[in-house]
């Protein structure tokens, strides 16, 4: 990896060290923010649903728009704006404590989270040669596991040493993540970026075919994602009764295994190709997610769970990748911006679904959806993708 990353451009080192800092802080917040809202506000997981759906919502409304703006006036500003405004309304979703408030916090932060999503993937497209792009993404996306697994096991344990009544404990957790996303900032401001001179076309996207099915698989893995991945803290808070630090120790497991699956990614990608491999490591989560929902003891939950992260993860930088090598420079944010504008749109529908099934006690349907879901998408990739592929 150190070898890899002395190759990588300035611009790119830059980017993967700014991602480092703010997948650390990530990590602690989302491992507890679920939690504080349940538990040390009390609100009710219908509640909690329509809470998380207010940002992926936002980011579906605002993704097209953010797109285009990232094509326009370049990747460095809206990677800067959009961390800079992330450590603000995460601020305030962590002191915050009316519901309305709590909703439209979450619904900025979406926009600002999706302003530095969409300029991401065309920015390290630009900053690495062909050879060294699924690299660049592999290396990316374990750096971030790797700050996501450290946040995660440091924010299962620090409620426990702030020795705080339970609320107080992880709202100053929560802010201990803030803060520590202010630094993320830092390493965008020295990016060098060579503005291209770009004119407006009214046929904004011209790889309009392919684009559909990016979309279309998009849609579907992003409902089937949204009705479990926002609730894995709660589901084994109430449904196993696992502690906070348990959690924490789990998800940095999980993380663990998703990061060692993400370094092989690029040398799987070179032996089977970006399509077989994302088809073949997909497919094999899906028993494990059938454990995760059925499994009657933690340490089998907790197994199924480490599994299903690595296989299902591990494609994630592949697909990134091959999505962004179809399309043409000048149009890699804005369909960035439609796809991921799909990708929420489906999450945030889900997430509601999913807070009222959980509020119910039904705590199995999502994970079944979530599996013919996934299932039907992989099938779907590989039918759209396959072919291509072996002409290229």
Same mark, same amino acid.
């Given at each position: 990896m150190l070898e890899e990353l002395r190759s990588f451009s300035r611009n790119a080192r830059l980017f993967l060290l700014s991602n480092g800092i703010l997948s650390l802080s990530s990590g602690i917040f989302y491992l507890v923010f679920n939690i504080y809202v349940v538990e040390g506000l009390e609100y009710s997981e219908s509640f909690l649903g329509i809470l998380l759906s207010a940002s992926p919502f936002s980011g579906a409304l605002f993704s097209l728009p953010a797109g285009m703006l990232g094509d326009r006036i370049g990747r460095k500003r809206c990677?800067?704006?959009?961390?800079?405004?992330?450590?603000?309304?995460?601020?305030?979703?962590?002191?915050?404590?009316?519901?309305?408030?709590?909703?439209?916090?979450?619904?900025? *932060?979406?926009? %600002?989270?999706?302003? %530095?999503?969409?300029?991401?993937?065309?920015?390290?497209?630009?900053?690495?040669?062909?050879?060294?792009?699924?690299? *660049?993404?592999?290396?990316?996306?374990?750096?971030?596991?790797?700050?996501?697994?450290?946040?995660?096991? *440091?924010?299962?344990?620090?409620?426990?040493?702030?020795?705080?009544?339970?609320?107080?404990?992880?709202?100053?957790?929560?802010?201990?993540?803030?803060?520590?996303?202010?630094?993320?900032?830092?390493?965008?401001?020295?990016?060098?970026?060579?503005?291209?001179?770009?004119f407006f076309s009214e046929k904004i996207v011209k790889s309009t075919s392919l684009m559909k099915k990016f979309l279309l698989i998009q849609v579907l893995v992003g409902f089937g994602a949204g009705l479990i991945v926002p609730f894995f803290n709660i589901f084994f808070r109430i449904r196993m009764e696992a502690s906070i630090e348990t959690i924490g120790i789990i998800f940095s497991l999980g993380s663990i295994a998703t990061g060692t699956a993400t370094f092989l990614a690029a040398p799987v990608a070179s032996r089977w190709g970006k399509v077989r491999s994302i088809v073949v490591t997909q497919l094999g989560s899906l028993p494990f997610l059938l454990m995760i929902a059925y499994s009657p003891t933690l340490y089998l939950v907790t197994t199924g769970y480490i599994a299903r992260e690595a296989l299902m993860n591990m494609g994630g930088p592949i697909a990134s990748a091959f999505m962004m090598e179809q399309m043409k420079e000048e149009e890699r944010a804005t369909v960035n911006g439609i796809i991921n504008g799909g990708w929420n749109g489906s999450w945030g529908c889900s997430n509601i679904i999913a807070g009222s099934l959980m509020n119910r006690n039904l705590y199995e349907i999502p994970f079944l959806i979530t599996c013919a879901l996934y299932a039907v998408s992989t099938f779907l990739y590989y039918i759209f993708f396959a072919s291509l592929e072996r002409n290229q």
């Open positions: 990677l800067i704006a959009g961390a800079a405004a992330s450590v603000l309304f995460r601020g305030l979703l962590a002191t915050a404590t009316p519901q309305g408030v709590l909703i439209a916090a979450n619904a900025v *932060l979406g926009f %600002t989270v999706t302003l %530095t999503y969409v300029s991401f993937a065309p920015f390290m497209m630009e900053n690495a040669s062909s050879k060294e792009r699924v690299h *660049l993404f592999s290396v990316n996306g374990a750096i971030s596991i790797l700050g996501y697994t450290t946040g995660a096991f *440091l924010g299962g344990r620090l409620p426990s040493i702030l020795s705080m009544p339970q609320p107080e404990a992880l709202r100053a957790t929560l802010l201990v993540s803030v803060a520590l996303s202010c630094a993320a900032v830092i390493p965008l401001l020295f990016l060098t970026e060579k503005r291209k001179e770009t």
